[in-house]
């Protein structure tokens, strides 16, 4: 599965590692991605989500149901 945030979008960036001698190489900088489990009481059923960490705190925020109707407003089937 792709490492993104189903709530903000968050994808990976991308940059180089830089060694000692300043030799560069490819990298990428994977956001923290976690799959979280909600009580959905509108639909009366869990929600599995794949939320960065920020999501998490944003999902604490507003409550699930805002965030969902987010979610299914971006496209996302939930």
């Known amino acids: 599965m792709s490492a993104h945030c189903m709530l903000?979008?968050?994808?990976?960036?991308?940059g180089n590692r830089i060694s000692h001698s300043h030799r560069r190489?490819?990298?990428?900088?994977?956001?923290?991605?976690?799959?979280?489990?909600y009580?959905?009481?509108?639909?009366?059923?869990f929600v599995r989500l794949r939320l960065s960490t920020k999501g998490?705190?944003?999902?604490?925020?507003i409550g699930v149901e805002a965030?969902?109707?987010?979610?299914?407003?971006?496209?996302v089937r939930v």
């Open 8 to 14: 903000t979008g968050a994808r990976p960036g991308f």
């Open 25 to 37: 190489t490819p990298r990428r900088f994977d956001p923290n991605i976690q799959s979280k489990r």
């Open 39 to 45: 009580w959905l009481p509108s639909e009366s059923r």
């Open 56 to 61: 998490i705190r944003t999902v604490d925020a």
């Open 67 to 75: 965030a969902v109707a987010r979610i299914r407003a971006r496209g």
